[in-house]
């Protein structure tokens, strides 16, 4: 079993940073994507920034280059530091991870969402 235990977040001011933090635990064989999601209320679910095991990343248009998503493989953790926050990054953060584990059975699991709210 896979679980993601998120951590971060908090209240900001506009311009203001926060760094989140995504641990995946249990029966780890491999992770091959990681990324982070956010949910503002009356919205859907919508990309954030993604990297794979390879080290490839892709980040939404409105948080590039405020946003930057970092992957520590060995530790299974991954990182979002976001930078020049604005009120509209206001939302419920998840980290979600894809891999196989020790049976070689694929999981796709969800962290527990971490709250991101910028305001003065």
């Known amino acids: 079993q896979v679980q993601l235990v998120e951590s971060g977040g908090g209240l900001v001011q506009p311009g203001g940073s926060l760094s989140l933090s995504c641990e995946a635990l249990?029966?780890?064989?491999?992770?091959?994507?990681m990324g982070w999601y956010r949910q503002a209320p009356g919205k859907e679910r919508e990309l954030v920034a993604r990297?794979?095991?390879?080290?490839?990343?892709n980040y939404a248009d409105s948080v590039k280059g405020r946003f930057t998503i970092h992957r520590e493989n060995a530790m299974n953790t991954m990182y979002l530091q976001m930078n020049s926050l604005k009120p509209e990054d206001t939302a419920v953060y998840y980290c979600?991870?894809?891999?196989?584990?020790?049976?070689?059975?694929?999981?796709?699991?969800w962290g527990q969402g971490t709250q991101v709210t910028v305001s003065s």
């Open positions: 979600n991870a894809v891999g196989y584990d020790i049976r070689y059975e694929v999981f796709d699991v």
């Open positions: 249990g029966t780890i064989f491999s992770i091959n994507g």
């Open positions: 990297s794979t095991s390879g080290g490839s990343t």
